[in-house]
Protein backbone atom coordinates (compact mmCIF):
# COMPACT_ATOMS: atom_id res chain seq x y z
CA UNK A 1 0.00 0.00 0.00
CA UNK A 2 1.52 3.49 -0.79
CA UNK A 3 0.35 6.93 0.92
CA UNK A 4 0.72 10.14 -1.02
CA UNK A 5 -0.36 13.39 1.06
CA UNK A 6 -0.25 16.42 -0.90
CA UNK A 7 0.56 20.09 0.66
CA UNK A 8 1.31 23.73 -0.05
CA UNK A 9 -1.67 24.48 -1.96
CA UNK A 10 -3.57 27.83 -0.79
CA UNK A 11 -4.43 31.19 -2.22
CA UNK A 12 -2.23 33.44 -4.04
CA UNK A 13 -2.73 36.29 -6.59
CA UNK A 14 -2.33 36.33 -10.31
CA UNK A 15 1.81 36.44 -10.94
CA UNK A 16 2.43 34.43 -8.26
CA UNK A 17 4.04 31.35 -7.07
CA UNK A 18 3.77 28.16 -4.82
CA UNK A 19 5.20 24.94 -4.41
CA UNK A 20 3.28 21.88 -4.15
CA UNK A 21 5.06 18.78 -2.22
CA UNK A 22 3.75 15.17 -2.39
CA UNK A 23 5.34 12.80 0.27
CA UNK A 24 5.08 9.08 -0.36
CA UNK A 25 4.99 6.08 2.31
CA UNK A 26 7.03 3.04 0.65
CA UNK A 27 10.50 1.85 0.30
CA UNK A 28 10.52 1.42 -3.29
CA UNK A 29 9.58 5.03 -4.03
CA UNK A 30 12.52 5.55 -5.96
CA UNK A 31 10.95 3.04 -8.62
CA UNK A 32 7.57 5.32 -8.92
CA UNK A 33 7.16 7.42 -12.27
CA UNK A 34 5.38 10.59 -9.82
CA UNK A 35 2.39 12.81 -11.78
CA UNK A 36 0.48 15.65 -10.92
CA UNK A 37 -2.67 16.43 -12.05
CA UNK A 38 -5.43 19.49 -11.50
CA UNK A 39 -9.16 19.29 -11.60
CA UNK A 40 -11.75 22.71 -11.68
CA UNK A 41 -14.90 22.53 -10.79
CA UNK A 42 -17.06 21.10 -13.43
CA UNK A 43 -13.90 20.02 -16.07
CA UNK A 44 -12.60 16.47 -15.74
CA UNK A 45 -9.39 15.56 -14.48
CA UNK A 46 -6.22 16.81 -16.58
CA UNK A 47 -2.43 16.12 -16.75
CA UNK A 48 0.01 19.27 -15.37
CA UNK A 49 3.34 16.91 -15.36
CA UNK A 50 5.26 13.96 -15.09
CA UNK A 51 8.91 13.19 -13.57
CA UNK A 52 10.67 9.30 -14.56
CA UNK A 53 11.48 7.43 -11.64
CA UNK A 54 15.52 8.87 -11.39
CA UNK A 55 14.16 12.30 -12.42
CA UNK A 56 15.86 12.26 -15.26
CA UNK A 57 13.29 12.88 -17.61
CA UNK A 58 10.23 15.42 -17.19
CA UNK A 59 6.42 16.01 -19.05
CA UNK A 60 4.39 19.41 -19.24
CA UNK A 61 0.73 19.79 -20.47
CA UNK A 62 1.51 23.09 -23.29
CA UNK A 63 -1.30 24.93 -20.49
CA UNK A 64 2.22 24.80 -17.87
CA UNK A 65 5.45 24.18 -19.77
CA UNK A 66 7.58 27.29 -18.96
CA UNK A 67 6.05 28.29 -15.72
CA UNK A 68 5.51 24.62 -13.53
CA UNK A 69 8.90 22.89 -12.92
CA UNK A 70 8.44 18.99 -11.14
CA UNK A 71 11.22 17.88 -9.14
CA UNK A 72 11.75 15.07 -6.80
CA UNK A 73 14.39 13.82 -4.05
CA UNK A 74 13.90 10.03 -3.50
CA UNK A 75 15.92 10.68 0.06
CA UNK A 76 12.74 12.02 1.09
CA UNK A 77 10.27 10.10 -0.62
CA UNK A 78 8.83 13.62 -1.79
CA UNK A 79 7.79 14.97 -5.73
CA UNK A 80 7.36 19.00 -5.93
CA UNK A 81 5.45 21.04 -8.33
CA UNK A 82 7.02 24.46 -8.24
CA UNK A 83 4.61 26.80 -9.62
CA UNK A 84 5.43 30.42 -11.03
CA UNK A 85 3.28 33.05 -12.86
CA UNK A 86 0.35 31.66 -11.60
CA UNK A 87 -3.55 32.25 -13.76
CA UNK A 88 -6.76 32.39 -12.56
CA UNK A 89 -7.57 29.00 -14.29
CA UNK A 90 -4.81 27.26 -13.11
CA UNK A 91 -7.35 27.38 -10.05
CA UNK A 92 -8.34 24.00 -9.58
CA UNK A 93 -7.74 21.07 -6.79
CA UNK A 94 -4.25 19.45 -7.63
CA UNK A 95 -3.50 15.49 -7.14
CA UNK A 96 -0.51 13.46 -7.67
CA UNK A 97 -0.70 10.03 -8.26
CA UNK A 98 2.48 7.24 -8.72
CA UNK A 99 2.69 4.60 -11.30
CA UNK A 100 4.24 1.91 -9.31
CA UNK A 101 5.99 0.00 -12.09
CA UNK A 102 6.51 2.53 -15.21
CA UNK A 103 6.82 0.53 -18.89
CA UNK A 104 8.35 1.78 -21.44
CA UNK A 105 5.16 2.95 -23.14
CA UNK A 106 4.43 5.36 -20.29
CA UNK A 107 7.52 7.69 -21.06
CA UNK A 108 6.60 7.54 -25.07
CA UNK A 109 2.72 8.28 -24.24
CA UNK A 110 1.38 7.38 -20.93
CA UNK A 111 2.18 9.83 -18.24
CA UNK A 112 -0.31 11.89 -19.37
CA UNK A 113 -2.90 9.23 -18.66
CA UNK A 114 -4.81 8.97 -15.35
CA UNK A 115 -5.85 5.69 -15.89
CA UNK A 116 -1.67 4.51 -15.60
CA UNK A 117 -1.84 5.77 -12.14
CA UNK A 118 -2.02 2.80 -9.19
CA UNK A 119 -2.32 5.43 -6.07
CA UNK A 120 -3.46 9.05 -5.45
CA UNK A 121 -3.41 11.62 -2.87
CA UNK A 122 -6.26 13.15 -1.10
CA UNK A 123 -5.87 16.71 -3.35
CA UNK A 124 -4.47 19.81 -2.41
CA UNK A 125 -6.46 23.37 -3.65
CA UNK A 126 -4.56 26.01 -5.20
CA UNK A 127 -6.90 29.26 -5.61
CA UNK A 128 -5.59 31.88 -8.20
CA UNK A 129 -7.12 35.57 -7.98
CA UNK A 130 -7.22 37.89 -10.32
Known amino acids: QVQLVESGGGLVQAGGSLRLSCAAS????????MGWFRQAPGKEREFVAA????????YYADSVKGRFTISRDNAKNTVYLQMNSLKPEDTAVYYC???????????????????????WGQGTQVTVSS
Open 97 to 119: AADLSPTPDYYSSGYYNPNRYDY
Open 26 to 33: GRTFSNYA
Open 51 to 58: ISWSGGST
